[in-house]
């Protein structure tokens, strides 16, 4: 299974910007899928999760601006984001788990940077 991140760039604070994950070695529907990501000097932290069947979850701080999404047929892993905030400059990194798979897999980070 790999994962390819991408839509990431400079955004400017209150602008908006999507992110995709492709999945590649499995389709999704078997996957649950989440969005984190690390911003400079701090730990990993849990954004967005969106589970087998398409329930999904937010971090506090996202809820009501951000949303994950899948479409089946592409394979592939939205996170909409909103009312984007300097807050929330980070790298964002996709990652892929199943009670199949021993660990999570982790795609390439995509760097999201929100100017003031």
């Known amino acids: 299974v790999q994962l390819q991140a991408s839509g990431g760039g400079l955004v400017q604070a209150g602008g908006s910007a999507r992110l995709s994950c492709t999945v590649s070695?499995?389709?999704?529907?078997?996957?649950?899928m989440a969005w984190s990501r690390q911003a400079p000097g701090k730990e990993r932290e849990f954004v967005a999760r969106?589970?087998?069947?398409?329930?999904?979850s937010y971090e506090d701080s996202v809820k009501g601006r951000f949303t994950i999404s899948r479409e089946i047929a592409k394979n592939t892993v939205y996170l909409q984001m909103n009312g984007l905030q300097p807050e929330d400059t980070a790298v964002y990194y996709c990652?892929?788990?199943?009670?199949?798979?021993?660990?999570?897999?982790w795609g390439q980070g995509t760097q999201v940077t929100v100017s003031s």
């Open positions: 990652s892929a788990a199943s009670l199949t798979l021993r660990d999570p897999i």
């Open positions: 070695g499995r389709p999704i529907r078997s996957l649950h």
């Open positions: 969106i589970i087998l069947n398409g329930a999904t």
